[in-house]
């Protein structure tokens, strides 16, 4: 098979690619990285790791070519198409960039970002005026930013698989659900009662699908 377009060791391209989605982030923090940090990081380690993958070398490939080879004979295992290894897995037709299931991805990468915007201007505007936020996202889930970032990393997952990013992405799941509870801890410590009754009224991550949840004492989770 010949390979007349190089489909990897483009790492111009992957530095652009990191560099633009990282900060593309970024420019929705109030503060910026120095104060957004903990937020930001697993996002970019994620990021890097992606696009490492997708125009730099090919990892994953790599370590699963004797059975792709093996399982899709026809398949040109260096090429780019071959990197969206959810559609040939599931035998899917045609250009991949067109297919349901890149649609779809590209849905949740940009309600991801734009979560990601209304939630940390909605949080800035609260917290300059000593309140909680419950506007705007805040009025469905305690923690739009993160199922943001969430959002987007499961975005990145449907197009472009890889070993590296489907390990990360749980842990990264995880560390979002960790920082979320810690500043949990710290509004109820700022702002007493007012968060508390917030917390026993809105979820955490999933919004409600129906009427408002009558307010009951209980620990924060």
Not at 189 to 205: L, Q
Request: proline residues 7%; aromatic residues 18%; glycine residues 8%.
């Amino acid at each position: 098979m010949s390979h007349d377009t190089p489909a990897y060791g483009l790492w111009s391209l992957v530095i652009i690619n990191t560099i633009f989605f990282i900060f593309f982030a970024a420019s929705f923090s109030v503060g910026g990285w120095k104060k957004n940090w903990r937020s930001l990081g697993p996002y970019s380690a994620f990021i890097l790791a992606l696009f490492a993958e997708m125009y730099g070398f090919p990892l994953t490939i790599y370590f699963l070519s004797g059975w792709l080879a093996t399982r899709y004979p026809n398949l040109d295992l260096y090429s780019h198409e071959a990197g969206h290894l959810w559609s040939t897995i599931f035998g899917l037709k045609g250009d991949p960039h067109f297919s349901l299931l890149h649609i779809f991805s590209l849905v949740a990468i940009a309600g991801g970002f734009i979560l990601l915007a209304q939630s940390w201007r909605r949080l800035y505007d609260a917290q300059k005026r000593g309140v909680v936020a419950t506007t705007g996202p805040y009025a469905h889930i305690r923690h739009p930013q993160y199922v943001g970032f969430v959002a987007i990393m499961f975005g990145f997952l449907l197009q472009w698989p890889t070993i590296p990013t489907l390990v990360m992405f749980p842990i990264m799941t995880f560390v979002y659900a960790r920082l979320a509870r810690r500043e949990e801890q710290d509004s109820l410590e700022r702002y007493g009662d007012p968060y508390r009754v917030y917390v026993e009224r809105v979820p955490a991550f999933i919004p409600k699908l129906s009427g408002t949840r009558s307010p009951q004492r209980r620990r924060l989770p």
